[in-house]
Every structure is written in structure tokens, then in C-alpha cells.
């Protein structure tokens, strides 16, 4: 066999090698693909956009430990009950999307904004304590504003709203700030406005929508 033939049948089987080696390449390249969006889709509350519970709280922790002038905000919307049970759970579901692209609107692309179930959102986000007043009160205006549903109706909304920062609790762990977050919202239920946190409130016990009261009582959280 001519050296010219050797090499070109050298070169063939090289070429098909590569081809073969690159089919289940591109095949894993398309299926790591589809793995990522499922994952990210888990990670992800459907019906709202917004983490899930467990997606949530990874990134709210990142960033409480990446700074210092951060919030945890809690988020309870008011008369939901009332809502799904005279409007049906279609609107309730419309207005719980609502909440959800305002929240994501008000927090940024680099805050953490979960709901944490039902009708009960949490966030962490950058927020100066010049700034935090204000920002809380952009917020209250915006989850205050009717939700404009797919057939021109409008439902009148609301929501209670807790913040606690990590500045004026002097602290960076997640729970303790939702804790106190969780029980000055409590403190400023269907008031209208955003309540703070003081030191005093990370002595209230708050999980999971239930809160202590005086010693020997207890109050607990319920939609409303």
C-alpha cells in the first residue's frame, strides 16, 4: 500500500473516532440540559416563581454570611381565607402570583425571595438601615394595590409585613431573624404598614406561624 493510501485510512479512522466520541458528547451535553432546568424548576415555587422553602433558606444563608447590611422581611397576606372562600381558589391562586412577581419586583435579582408555604413569604435583602423604612413602605404600597384578575375583576388585597435587620439585631443567623421578623409582623397584624424588629423580639418564639405570648399563654397565627 502506498504511504499516501496508509494516511489517508490513518486519518479516516481518526475522523470516525472523533465523530463517535462526539455523538455521546453532544447526546450528555443535551441531557445535562434538561437535568439543569428540572433541577432549577424543583428549586421553584410553580405557582408563584419564587423559591421553595429549602431553596430559599441555601441562599438566604449565603448571603447572611456574605454581609452585614441585609433584612429578613416576612410577608403574611391578610383575608386570604376570606378570598379563596368567596371568590374560589383560581383567584386566590392569581393573587398569591401577584404577591409573588411583586415581591420579586421589590426585592432585586440579588436578594433571596422564598414562599415558605400557603400564603406566607419570606425575603432577604440588601437594605441599608437609612434606607429600610422607606423600602418596607414600598413594599406595603405595592402588596396593598387590588389584583387585576384575567377577566377585567379586581380583588382588593393586603398583607402584614415584618422586618428584622441584621444591623439593629446585631446578628447574621436566619432563624433568629425570621423569629424576630415573624413576631414584630404579628405585632403589626392589619395595621397597614411594615413593623420592625427590636431586641426585643428575638425573645418571642415564632416557628412555623406560631407565636408565645406571656408566660402561660399562647397565640397563634392563622390566615386571616
Known amino acids: ?40 424548576a424543583t428549586r421553584k415555587d410553580p405557582l408563584t416563581g419564587l423559591l421553595r ?6 441562599r438566604a444563608r ?20 376570606a378570598v379563596n372562600d ?21 426585592a432585586g435579582p440579588h ?8 400564603d406566607e413569604f419570606a425575603a432577604v435583602v440588601q437594605a441599608p438601615a437609612a434606607l429600610l423604612e422607606q423600602r418596607l413602605a414600598q413594599l406595603v404600597r405595592m402588596l396593598h394595590t387590588p389584583v387585576v384578575l384575567k377577566d377585567g375583576r379586581t380583588v382588593d388585597v393586603a ?9 439593629v439585631l446585631g446578628t447574621r443567623d436566619l432563624t433568629a431573624l425570621q423569629r424576630a421578623a415573624d413576631a414584630a409582623l404579628y405585632d403589626g397584624k392589619h395595621s397597614g ?9 428575638t425573645t418571642l418564639p415564632s416557628v412555623n406561624g406560631r407565636r408565645a405570648g406571656r408566660p402561660g399563654t ?4 392563622r390566615a386571616a
Not at 404598614?193 to 423580639?201: D, G, N, S, V, Y
Request: net charge positive.
Open 193 to 201: 404598614r411594615a413593623h420592625l424588629a427590636t431586641a426585643a423580639h
Open 111 to 118: 436578594a433571596s425571595v422564598g414562599r415558605l408555604g400557603g
Open 159 to 167: 398583607a402584614s409585613v415584618g422586618a428584622a435587620s441584621t444591623g
Open 53 to 58: 422553602r429549602d431553596s430559599y433558606t441555601a
Open 1 to 40: 500500500m502506498s504511504p499516501l493510501l496508509r494516511a489517508q485510512g490513518r486519518f479516516g479512522q481518526r475522523t470516525l473516532l472523533l465523530t463517535t466520541a462526539a455523538v455521546p458528547l453532544t447526546g450528555w451535553a443535551v441531557h445535562a440540559l434538561t437535568l439543569h432546568r428540572q433541577l432549577a
Open 62 to 81: 449565603r448571603l447572611l454570611a456574605r454581609r452585614d447590611d441585609l433584612a429578613v422581611v416576612m410577608v403574611d397576606a391578610d383575608h386570604f381565607k
Open 86 to 106: 368567596t371568590m374560589g381558589h383560581p383567584v386566590g391562586d392569581a393573587v398569591l402570583a401577584a404577591f409573588g412577581a411583586r415581591l420579586i419586583a421589590w
Open 218 to 221: 399562647a397565640v397563634w397565627r
